[in-house]
């Protein structure tokens, strides 16, 4: 089965900048994540959804950030504008049902200068 | 807000010793997981615990849900250079909407 697709892998941006990141999850899955994950620590969740409704996304800072699930398989996190704090690898994640396991994506290394 | 808390922080062994990573929240959790997340990658998902007291074993791998579901262990028997990574329990917290929360991870070295 195909794994949790990202893009793009690494991005480079200047501060007050904004960018986007995409996520197509696995085929079927119904839930799909958006965490956070600063060097040396683990994995923050932003926002949730199930299918294309928001669950969770009481840590998501909305006065910069936005993510939207179209017709409940992709989904794509935009920052604006970028701060240097937003620098962290972005992981998207899908489980097929709540409670299950998690499959992760391989991440946006986000660097703002 | 609900803390999950991983203890060692960083762990260093030779190949063949044994490794024990330990997880603890102040409150009950619903259940939990383990993943693995090997240096410069993502996390992998490694087994989810449910039942109060259960063991579930994977190879060299010894996982542990404490009897009043606040506290889990993961152990690695003769650990192989295989094993390096920074191990994260991450779980859901009884009563609140399913909000998975990581804790701060174990990073384990193993050296020849």
């Known amino acids: 089965e195909a794994g949790v697709a990202q893009s793009p892998r690494y991005k480079i941006i200047e501060k007050r900048q904004s960018v986007a990141f995409w996520c197509n999850p696995i085929?079927?899955?119904?839930?799909l994540y958006w965490y956070q994950q600063i060097l040396g620590q683990g994995p923050k969740l932003l926002i949730q959804f199930q299918n294309n409704g928001v669950v969770d996304d009481s840590q998501l800072p909305k006065d910069r950030f936005s993510a939207e699930r179209l017709k409940g398989v992709d989904s794509t996190l935009k920052i604006q504008p970028a701060k240097l704090e937003d620098s962290a690898v972005y992981l998207c994640?899908?489980?097929?049902?709540?409670?299950?396991?998690?499959?992760f994506g391989s991440g946006t290394r986000l660097t703002v200068v | 807000g609900q803390q999950v808390m991983q203890i060692p922080q960083y762990q260093h062994v030779q190949e063949g010793e044994d490794f024990t990573t330990y997880c603890n929240s102040s409150?009950?959790?619903?259940?939990i997981q383990w993943y693995k997340q090997r240096p410069g990658g993502h996390p992998v998902f490694l087994i989810q615990?449910?039942?109060?007291?259960e063991v579930k074993k994977q190879k060299r791998l010894t996982f542990q849900f404490g009897e009043a579901k606040k506290n889990s262990s993961l152990h690695i028997t003769a650990t192989q250079t295989t094993d390096v990574g920074t191990y994260f329990c991450a779980a859901f917290v009884t009563g609140t909407a399913s909000k998975l929360t990581f804790g701060t991870g174990t990073r384990l070295q193993v050296t020849l």
């Open positions: 994640a899908s489980s097929l049902i709540l409670g299950d396991g998690y499959t």
């Open positions: 409150t009950t959790l619903s259940n």
């Open positions: 085929s079927g899955h119904a839930t």
């Open positions: 615990l449910v039942k109060s007291g």
